[in-house]
Nanobody, 123 residues
Framework: VQLQAYGGGLVQAGGFLRLSCAAS???????MGWFRQALGKEREFVAA????????YYADSVKGRFTISKDNAKNTVYLQLISLKPEDTAVYYC??????????????????WGQGTQVTVSS
C-alpha cells in the first residue's frame, strides 16, 4: 500500500487546514493514523481512526482542534486542523496499520507511511 499525503501549507495562528492521505489500494481493513515531526524532535502521534471509522483517538495536544475521518470508498483519510498554533508546525505523516487490533498510538505498529506534508503556522 502506498500512501500520499497532501494539503499542508503556511497559515497564520488561528487558521485551519485539511490534510488528506490517499491510499493506492483499498484500506477498509486498515486502521489509519496521523503523526507529526517538528524540526529536531521525534515523530509523535496525533490522531488515529479505526478500520470502520467508528472510533477515533487523539493526542491531548490536539484534542478538540483536530478531527480525523476516513472515507473507505475513496481510500482516503483526512485530518481537519482548526485553531492552529505555532507549536503545530511540523511535517505531518499518515500511516496505516494492517493488523486487526484496537487503535494504536505506537509509531512502530504502523506498517505503511506516506511521505509527509509540511504544516507551518506563523504567529
Amino acid at each position: 500500500v502506498q500512501l500520499q499525503a497532501y494539503g499542508g501549507g503556511l497559515v497564520q495562528a488561528g487558521g485551519f487546514l485539511r490534510l488528506s492521505c490517499a491510499a493506492s489500494a483499498r484500506f477498509t481493513t486498515y486502521a489509519m493514523g496521523w503523526f507529526r515531526q517538528a524540526l529536531g524532535k521525534e515523530r509523535e502521534f496525533v490522531a488515529a481512526i479505526s478500520t470502520s471509522g467508528g472510533s477515533t483517538y487523539y493526542a491531548d495536544s490536539v484534542k478538540g482542534r483536530f478531527t480525523i475521518s476516513k472515507d473507505n470508498a475513496k481510500n482516503t483519510v483526512y485530518l481537519q486542523l482548526i485553531s492552529l498554533k505555532p507549536e503545530d508546525t511540523a511535517v505531518y505523516y499518515c500511516a496505516a496499520d494492517r493488523i486487526p487490533r484496537a487503535i494504536t498510538t505506537t509509531r512502530t505498529n504502523y506498517d505503511y507511511w506516506g511521505q509527509g506534508t509540511q504544516v507551518t503556522v506563523s504567529s
